[in-house]
């Protein structure tokens, strides 16, 4: 069983919707939370950060950890076109040097105008 | 701020040449990077984590005479593939953590071995 489980999609929906984006890990150590957003051959780019469990909203995007049940979540209000990318989970046990990244496999989305 | 690049974008090289792929922070001070490789449509896989001045801890499997690192200054970081071959093809990311705990990435580097 792979630490971190993201379904890859990949997911399409209607310009405006509301996307809910999904990740299962296994180690109950992970404190860290991030989602990343990759665009076609490019590196990924931080959207959001979140330690221990609760919510976090940055403009469009919320993201949800609910520790008790492994599982993270990353919501997209109002989706636009130019959301369209790969949304990759990530997860650490801890900060500092030590903080290894693991990484979930990514959902494609596609926002259709 | 916190802009990280990665030199060249794209290389092609012939089977048994070695690469070099250049990682810099440009705008911070990276005191550790980390190098990636992803597989179409798979997720990053951390191959080694470097500090500056020392040697770099490599993951379980990756080979570290063949994926040489060094990081020899606060702003740089360098991946060796040597002796290339074909299954070494692969797009290869660096990322730099500075003072706060926030990895940043670079624009990665996509290496093809003919």
């Known amino acids: 069983q792979k630490e971190v489980e993201q379904d890859p999609g990949p997911l399409s929906v209607p310009e405006g919707a509301i996307v809910s984006l999904n990740c299962t890990y296994s180690?109950?150590?992970?404190?860290?939370f991030m989602w990343y957003r990759q665009y076609s051959r490019k590196g990924p780019e931080l959207l959001m950060y979140t330690y221990s469990s609760g919510n976090k909203e940055d403009g469009r995007f919320t993201a949800q950890v609910d520790k008790s049940s492994k599982y993270i979540s990353l919501f997209i209000r109002d989706s636009q076109p130019s959301d369209s990318a790969t949304y990759l989970c990530a997860m650490s046990e801890r900060t500092g040097n030590t903080g290894k990244l693991i990484f979930g496999q990514g959902t494609t989305l596609q926002v259709k105008p | 701020g916190a802009v990280v690049s990665q030199h060249p974008s794209r290389v092609i090289c012939k089977s048994g040449t070695s690469v070099k792929i250049e990682c810099r922070s440009l705008?911070?001070?990276?005191?550790?990077m980390f190098w990636y490789r992803q597989f179409p449509k798979q997720s990053l896989m951390l191959m080694a984590t470097s500090n500056e001045g020392s040697k770099a801890t490599y993951e379980q499997g990756v080979e570290k005479d063949k994926f040489l690192i060094n990081h020899a200054s606060l702003t740089l970081s360098t991946l060796t593939v040597t002796s290339a071959h074909p299954e070494d093809s692969s797009f290869y990311i660096c990322?730099?953590?500075?003072?706060?705990?926030?990895?940043?990435f670079g624009p990665g580097t996509r290496l093809t071995v003919l």
């Open positions: 705008d911070f001070q990276a005191t550790t």
């Open positions: 990322s730099a953590r500075g003072l706060t705990d926030t990895q940043y």
């Open positions: 180690n109950s150590a992970f404190q860290y």
